[in-house]
Structure formats: structure tokens, C-alpha cells
T-cell receptor
Framework: NAGVTQTPKFQVLKTGQSMTLQCAQD?????MSWYRQDPGMGLRLIHY???????DQGEVPNGYNVSRSTTEDFPLRLLSAAPSQTSVYFC??????????????FGSGTQLSVL | KQEVTQIPAALSVPEGENLVLNCSFTDSAIYNLQWFRQDPGKGLTSLLLIQSSQREQTSGRLNASLDKSSGRSTLYIAASQPGDSATYLC????????????FGSGTRLSIRP
């Protein structure tokens, strides 16, 4: 059972480039989310989804897009990368539709540097 | 704005000690609270989940408590071991935050052999 899989593990971008961070889970979880982790700031929620076709914004959504066409996949798109988006990105999923009542499972993270 | 705070940011104790990590949250109307462990360069692993109707949860040497009235949760680690060295984060879902899980910034724990 792979759990939550994130690709790539590392990425370097130039300012203005776009890219997609991939996230897939094989646990049939309804709830999926993206976080960024910065030193001293904990994890901040970017976007989340409570099921296929349903997404919503978190605390820091600007500069990021998401879509949820299947239960398994929840890609995060950076539209025009900026140095302020240098961070470690985590995808997480939960079996509860709202993400509230069940444990949250995390991927291993993507370390992104924007030059 | 809902906030989750963890103090201290770092803690170092000798092996074998019992220790308590603290987590406070601003909204007592809490749905649940979860404790995570994060090793360097890794993702987060859920340790314990406490629902609002519960007062505590236990797993092995770990015990987490929840006091909604005071806006606090504690993670108690008994007989600490060097392998317990990691960053511990708490995260809360408050009724006012809908489906948003709010994380504290973590306590970096170091157990000295």
C-alpha cells in the first residue's frame, strides 16, 4: 500500500516558470489537501478538496491552482513561480469527507526552489 | 483568526526523562486535535487523534490530553529515548475553520543519550 505519493521530490525553477506538483493516494480518501512548510511558520494550508470536483481555498492560495478530477489525484499548479514560493510542499489525505474526524496521511514532500 | 501555538520551539532533555509538549489553540469550539511527528526531511506521521468528546488518547509511551475550556492540549512522552528525537506538531480543526486543519509551528525535541 503506497499511501500518499508526491512527485517530484526536488525541483528548481526560474522565476516566471510554471509547473505542476503531483499528488496521488491509493486509499480511496475523499479529503485531500496541499500545505507548504516554511521555517518557523509551521504548515499553512494552500488548497483542499473534499471530493472529486470540489476544491476550496486555504490560508495561502494566491499563485496556486488545483483541480480534482478523480478521487486519487490532486495536482497543485504554480502558475508563474516566484522566489516567495520557495518552500517544502506536502500533500495530505484523509478518509473523512471533511478531513476532520480521521487521521491525516502525508506524502514525503516536494522541496521547491525558485531562483 | 484561528491560531495554534506551540511553546517552546525547541527542547532538549536527557534520555529516560518523562516530558510534556504543549499546544494551545484560540477557539475552544474544537472539532478534534491531532499530534504529529516529523523527522528531518520527511513528511508528517500522525501519532494521536483526540475528538472533541474525548479527554485523552494513549498509544504506547505517548499520551495526549485535550482541555477545551482552557484551549490546551499536551503530549506526554514517558521514558524518553534518543529515537524520540524529532519535531512534534499539533493541529486542530475548529468549528469556525470548517474543513481547515490549522497547524502549530512545532516543538523540536532532542533526547540526549
Amino acid at each position: 500500500n503506497a499511501g500518499v505519493t508526491q512527485t517530484p521530490k526536488f525541483q528548481v525553477l526560474k522565476t516566471g516558470q510554471s509547473m505542476t506538483l503531483q499528488c496521488a493516494q491509493d486509499m480511496n480518501h475523499e479529503y485531500m489537501s496541499w500545505y507548504r512548510q516554511d521555517p518557523g511558520m509551521g504548515l499553512r494550508l494552500i488548497h483542499y478538496s473534499v471530493g472529486a470536483g470540489i476544491t476550496d481555498q486555504g490560508e495561502v492560495p494566491n499563485g496556486y491552482n488545483v483541480s480534482r478530477s478523480t478521487t486519487e489525484d490532486f495536482p497543485l499548479r504554480l502558475l508563474s513561480a516566484a522566489p516567495s514560493q520557495t518552500s517544502v510542499y506536502f500533500c495530505a489525505s484523509s478518509s473523512a469527507a471533511t478531513g476532520r474526524a480521521e487521521k491525516l496521511f502525508f506524502g514525503s514532500g516536494t522541496q521547491l526552489s525558485v531562483l | 483568526k484561528q491560531e495554534v501555538t506551540q511553546i517552546p520551539a525547541a527542547l532538549s532533555v536527557p534520555e529516560g526523562e518523562n516530558l510534556v509538549l504543549n499546544c494551545s489553540f484560540t477557539d475552544s469550539a474544537i472539532y478534534n486535535l491531532q499530534w504529529f511527528r516529523q523527522d528531518p526531511g520527511k513528511g508528517l506521521t500522525s501519532l494521536l487523534l483526540i475528538q472533541s468528546s474525548q479527554r485523552e488518547q494513549t498509544s504506547g509511551r505517548l499520551n495526549a490530553s485535550l482541555d477545551k475550556s482552557s484551549g490546551r492540549s499536551t503530549l506526554y512522552i514517558a521514558a524518553s529515548q534518543p529515537g524520540d528525537s524529532a519535531t512534534y506538531l499539533c493541529a486542530a480543526v475548529m468549528y469556525s475553520s470548517a474543513s481547515k486543519i490549522i497547524f502549530g509551528s512545532g516543538t523540536r525535541l532532542s533526547i540526549r543519550p
